[in-house]
């Protein structure tokens, strides 16, 4: 059965950057969701989702239909409605994989599910170096021990997140400077994952292990079981026997 995958994206600063646009001509979305088709092939079917269209193009529908969403965003995190940070939310806790990317630290969702500022050390235009950490996890195959990203936004500690339940990937930069930048949680039945290689003004999606990782991710957050169900069922009254 294919994994039904949701790419969303701001699609902002495409619109208002030549320099990103330059880069990304039609969306970074568009990019990141050929690198997972490109990975998974006939085992995914993926369609994407931006800011500025109705509900951020993230209806119940179109979630009803998603196993794994990734999620990029960075100029208009408060643009994003709380009703449909809920709905995300909801369906995260309920089973859906949610894969975060980049400068997605700082969205709604992600901190809403973290519980913390998820706020971290940042400059602009150094070398990344990755460093894997968790050989033989899912996330890593195919993916080198160590790769370089030669132009980056500098992401450093500390990254005020709950210590992640697995680390997979460790950065380090020319300045010194370290970061985990690929970590993985559970929250209800959904699986999340946080990558954090991918500025807008640099051609970080187009990296073969970029995307390899990526491809990777999503078939590791896929729902494992297909009855995915909503906490909004879940009673808050005591069973008739605690009475």
């Known amino acids: 059965m294919s994994i039904r995958v949701t790419v969303w994206s701001e699609f902002r ?10 880069v990304y001509p039609d969306g970074m979305h568009t990019v990141i969701a050929a690198g997972i088709k490109e990975r998974l092939g006939d085992d995914c079917v993926v369609t994407t989702a931006t800011l500025d269209e109705p509900e951020h193009g993230l209806t119940e529908a179109v979630l009803a239909q998603t196993d794994v969403l990734t ?12 009703e449909i940070v809920e709905r995300v939310y909801q369906r995260v806790l309920g089973g859906m994989g949610l894969i ?5 630290h700082f969205a709604k969702v992600f901190k809403k599910l973290m519980g913390t500022s998820c706020a971290l050390r940042w400059r602009d ?5 990755v460093w894997t950490v968790r050989p033989g996890h899912p996330i890593t195959q ?5 790769f370089q990203v030669p132009q980056q936004e500098m992401y450093g500690e500390f990254f005020d997140v709950p210590q992640p339940d697995e680390l997979i990937f460790i950065s380090s930069f020319a300045g010194g400077e370290v970061f985990r930048s690929g970590c993985c ?3 209800g039945q959904g699986r999340i994952f946080y990558f954090s290689p991918g500025h807008e003004t640099y051609p970080v999606y187009y990296q073969p292990e970029i995307r390899t990782v990526i491809g990777n991710a999503v078939r ?9 169900y909503s906490t909004q069922s879940c009673p808050n009254s005591p069973l008739g026997w605690f009475k």
């Open 142 to 146: 195919d993916v080198p021990e160590v």
């Open 100 to 104: 975060v990317l980049h400068s997605g």
């Open 220 to 228: 590791w957050a896929a729902p494992v079981a297909t009855n995915v």
């Open 71 to 82: 999620w990029w965003g960075h100029m208009a995190h408060g643009d994003v409605s709380d």
């Open 185 to 187: 949680w559970s929250r």
């Open 13 to 22: 600063h495409e619109k208002e950057s030549e320099l990103v646009r330059s």
């Open 125 to 129: 235009d150094d070398s990344e170096t």
